[in-house]
């Protein structure tokens, strides 16, 4: 091998090295690396930004406020908001936070194993686990394992005014109940019925990942927020970040493990990386490895759908233009975190009407809008597969995504 070979080995092998140890600091000290520009894009990220434009364009005309933040080797190659949304804006990101206390789950039952040593299996409805729900209203309940709870199959049911359960894949309609109750949400997420023996259905019900989160409270001694803030938020320089406590004249007593996170966009990146680098953040692995890839496969849990431990995943390939590898999490408002660590790229789109954008519900001030939304109008849903657009929008969003990947 020739000098010029020796050396060009060695500098792609230094690039390769750096961009593997590379971590972002806080954004007080500097924030993330940028790859700015058609490029930079391509030859420090492998972006395609002529193929990524129409991926923001669908994000654009699917929500009336919101944006699209864009990682990827460690480059933060696209950002762009529009209406209440902005970097620095923390809107209620709603459900899309079940993947902030799934990973705080995780987090916990490494640290804490000798306090809960079965993990995902072990049944949690006693007096050790959750004191809480004694005694029983439906002797059922005895059966349910925190895994279940990760992954929506304990029984309980689904919720809204159209709910749906799950079979082997085929919907099971259901009735609506009363579900959550913010001013008692302890109380109210234990007290849902079941709508099926623990382990026999999926359905997606927002009591199931707060109860999850009892447990940690119960196992770790501390409040969830206060786990998610100590384990993940200070180790990787997120700034002001909060849960949406506040619900007009009722301060909540307990942050709900089924949502309701509000994190700089910025930040949102930062948890996401992390993922995608297997936990790793410097030189702490922050979340067990072998939880996050239980997050991207069909679990033993949920043989119903592909939903593991509140992330909905691609390991059947029903996202037909995203690798396999693929897992994200939804939120209502249009919300979206996705990590594809096949690809070293990370996608949060944001979304959200007016309310969700609405500083009482954090008591963090909100930046100013970054554009006037008032002429917005949703972008038909036709042309997006078949179905309605929310969830279509967010599957073309990844996708399209996705394909801005340069391969060559």
């Avoid at 669908?58 to 190659?77: Q, Y």
Wanted: hydrophobic letters at 35%; aromatic letters at 10%.
């Amino acid at each position: 091998m020739n000098r010029s070979l020796i050396l060009l080995s060695f500098f792609l092998a230094s690039r390769l090295f750096a961009a593997e140890l590379y971590f972002p600091p806080s954004d007080q000290e500097g924030g993330w690396r940028e790859a700015k520009g058609a490029r930079e894009m391509r030859d420090l990220a492998g972006m395609d930004l002529v193929k990524l434009e129409p991926a923001f364009t669908i994000a654009e005309r699917s929500t009336a406020h919101g944006g699209l933040v864009v990682v990827r080797k460690g480059h933060l190659v696209f950002e762009r908001y529009f209406g209440k949304a902005s970097r620095n804006a923390n809107p209620d990101m709603a459900s899309t936070g079940k993947a902030f206390c799934s990973i705080a789950c995780g987090i916990m039952l490494d640290e804490f194993k000798g306090k809960i040593p079965e993990g995902l299996d072990t049944r949690v409805f006693n007096e050790k686990y959750l004191p809480q729900a004694m005694p029983l209203d439906d002797p059922r309940k005895a059966k349910i394992t925190m895994g279940q709870l990760l992954c929506m199959t304990a029984g309980y049911w689904g919720e809204g005014q159209t709910p749906s359960g799950m079979i082997m894949g085929k919907p099971q309609p259901l009735k609506p109940v009363k579900g959550q109750d913010v001013r008692e949400i302890d109380e109210s997420s234990l007290r849902v019925p079941l709508w099926c023996e623990p382990g026999a259905g999926y359905s997606y019900s927002s009591p199931s990942p707060h109860i999850a989160s009892i447990v940690l409270r119960n196992v770790s001694g501390m409040e969830l927020k206060d786990y998610i803030h100590e384990r993940l938020a200070k180790p990787q320089g997120w700034g002001a970040w909060n849960y949406c406590l506040y619900r007009g004249d009722v301060v909540m007593k307990h942050a709900n493990g089924a949502g309701s996170t509000a994190l700089h966009a910025t930040d949102v990146m930062r948890f996401g990386y992390c993922l995608a680098r297997g936990g790793k953040w410097k030189d702490q692995q922050l979340v067990p490895a072998s939880y996050i890839q239980k997050c991207q496969t069909q679990s033993p849990f949920n043989p119903h759908s592909p939903f593991s431990l509140q992330w909905e995943h691609n390991a059947d390939g029903h996202v037909a233009g995203a690798p396999r590898d693929a897992f994200w999490k939804s939120g209502a408002g249009g919300f979206c975190l996705y990590i594809v660590p096949s690809l070293d790229l990370v996608i949060y789109k944001l979304g959200g009407k007016d309310g969700q954008y609405d500083e009482k519900l954090t008591r963090i001030p909100q930046p100013p809008p970054t554009s006037d939304r008032s002429n917005w109008q949703p972008i038909p849903a036709t042309g997006f597969h078949e179905g309605t657009l929310g969830g279509q929008a967010l599957w073309r969003v990844l996708e399209m995504t996705c394909a801005a990947v340069r391969v060559d």
